[in-house]
């Protein structure tokens, strides 16, 4: 079958609504890709985003089944198992919306930063952005392509190396800025400057960029004092003010942005807008952004940069523990081998309840259980759960999400030892790609 005639029929299956047709058109080469979307009109547009969103559905609802046997099996635990089907799942979804929108995709490693599935997802991305030094060479050795760095603050003993492995460091100060960035440019480097776009929605105080004294990101009244003496430093701007949010609240940031910095965005080679797009969730309005992403572009001629984290490995990966012992106070609590302060942390820090796999709220079930760490921390409790069936000493259980910020957060409280990495293949092996001992507790501590 020619190109041509193969471009044909998936344009005909997207017509029809045939869900095969998602997985024909990331089959696709760049350019065949354009073709389709050259060729289809905003209906046909609408109904590819469909068509990929389901595929990708029915990818993550199989993927309970490998996960399920992967916890029967002999496996050692606790074990992060990344699957690395889903994570491709992921990269596809975003590299559609580069397809539509032109812009450049990084993946945010504060978020993930297991560089076993990095083959996978180069492929797909752009490059990273870094949060410092020893994320931006991991950046540059392991991912291999762009690394944009950005940090409230650089120290002097680390800026030589920042720029060594950084393709653009962007700044969160004029201060920094005249301090480093000739310098940078010297050597080929581009420089950005973060600033505070003025409207953010997240709810929890500590997660808001955009907090009252806040230190992330240059204030406007500052910005408009200082920049006209500084802009030939800036190559683009940078704004972050989302967490797991849709695209309406984009829609709305940067509404914001626009009214605070517009007129100095035209001349600028990109604007980066951040991070906290949670793009691969199934209800994530994918129409909505590449619409806002278009427009920004056509209105000032700058390129668009996101970098979303958790969309990377949303819902790829999971912690699978063993239970170890079950004790009664008042209600049966369940002592597992993996530990909420030490292990998945945000579980505590948000907070929030993470999912296990055959589990309800306590009480929809018949048999309810408080699931809890091994540690000395009080609360260390990851939360009721009710199940069909008793829990027995022995048994394996599978938390859900656990590829983002827990294998990047977790630590050895207590002298717990860390969680092994696996990678579950395509075809179903699992690799055990990183185990941990003794070593790894005692070199942390002197």
């Given at each position: 079958m020619t190109v041509k005639s193969k471009i044909e029929e998936i344009i005909r299956a997207i017509g029809a609504m045939d869900v095969g047709a998602a997985e024909a058109y990331h089959a696709l080469s760049g350019r065949s890709r354009k073709k389709v979307l050259e060729a289809l009109d905003g209906e046909g547009l609408r109904s590819l985003t469909r068509l990929i969103k389901e595929a990708k559905r029915n990818s993550f609802n199989a993927a309970e089944k490998r996960f399920s046997a992967a916890a029967k099996g002999d496996i050692a635990t606790p074990v992060y198992l990344i699957d690395e089907t889903l994570i491709e799942e992921n990269m596809r979804v975003l590299r559609y919306v580069k397809d539509r929108a032109g812009c450049r995709i990084l993946h945010a490693l504060k978020a993930y930063a297991s560089f076993a599935t990095f083959p996978v997802m180069s492929k797909y991305l752009d490059g990273v952005c870094a949060s410092g030094l020893n994320e931006a060479r991991l950046g540059r050795e392991e991912f291999g392509k762009e690394v944009h760095t950005f940090a409230a603050a650089y120290s002097e003993k680390e800026i030589g190396q920042i720029v060594k492995h950084s393709d653009v460091v962007i700044f969160n100060s004029f201060h920094q800025l005249r301090e480093y960035a000739q310098e940078m440019r010297k050597r080929g480097l581009e420089t950005g400057l973060r600033v505070n776009p003025g409207h953010s929605e997240v709810t929890a105080r500590m997660y808001d960029p955009c907090a009252p004294n806040s230190r992330l990101g240059v204030a406007c009244k500052a910005f408009k004092r200082e920049y006209p003496g500084h802009k030939e430093m800036i190559d683009g701007l940078h704004f972050h003010a989302m967490c797991e949010?849709?695209?309406?609240?984009?829609?709305?940031?940067?509404?914001?942005?626009?009214?605070?910095?517009?007129?100095?965005?035209?001349?600028?080679?990109?604007?980066?807008?951040?991070?906290?797009?949670?793009?691969?969730?199934?209800?994530?309005?994918?129409?909505?952004?590449?619409?806002?992403?278009?427009?920004?572009?056509?209105?000032?001629?700058?390129?668009?940069?996101?970098?979303?984290?958790?969309?990377?490995?949303?819902?790829?990966?999971?912690?699978?523990?063993?239970?170890?012992?079950?004790?009664?106070?008042?209600?049966?609590?369940?002592?597992?081998?993996?530990?909420?302060?030490?292990?998945?942390?945000?579980?505590?820090?948000?907070?929030?309840?993470?999912?296990?796999?055959?589990?309800?709220?306590?009480?929809?079930?018949?048999?309810?259980?408080?699931?809890?760490?091994?540690?000395?921390?009080?609360?260390?409790?990851?939360?009721?759960?009710?199940?069909?069936?008793?829990?027995?000493?022995?048994?394996?259980?599978?938390?859900?999400?656990?590829?983002?910020?827990?294998?990047?957060?977790?630590?050895?409280?207590?002298?717990?030892?860390?969680?092994?990495?696996?990678?579950?293949?395509?075809?179903?092996?699992?690799d055990l790609v990183r185990s941990f001992g003794y070593s790894d507790y005692r070199n942390r501590q002197s």
């Open positions: 949010q849709n695209s309406d609240v984009l829609e709305r940031v940067l509404k914001s942005f626009e009214e605070l910095y517009g007129q100095h965005i035209h001349g600028l080679r990109w604007v980066n807008f951040g991070g906290g797009h949670h793009i691969t969730r199934d209800n994530y309005d994918i129409e909505r952004l590449v619409r806002l992403i278009n427009k920004f572009k056509k209105r000032y001629g700058a390129q668009v940069y996101l970098e979303p984290g958790e969309a990377s490995v949303l819902n790829a990966g999971v912690l699978i523990s063993t239970v170890l012992d079950i004790v009664k106070n008042r209600t049966e609590i369940a002592v597992i081998d993996a530990s909420a302060e030490a292990h998945m942390p945000d579980v505590l820090l948000m907070p929030y309840r993470p999912h296990v796999m055959g589990s309800s709220p306590a009480g929809r079930r018949r048999y309810t259980y408080r699931l809890a760490g091994p540690s000395c921390l009080a609360g260390d409790v990851m939360g009721d759960y009710s199940f069909n069936d008793p829990l027995q000493r022995g048994d394996k259980l599978v938390f859900t999400d656990m590829a983002l910020y827990s294998i990047v957060k977790n630590t050895t409280f207590n002298g717990i030892g860390l969680p092994d990495i696996a990678v579950m293949r395509k075809g179903g092996r699992i």
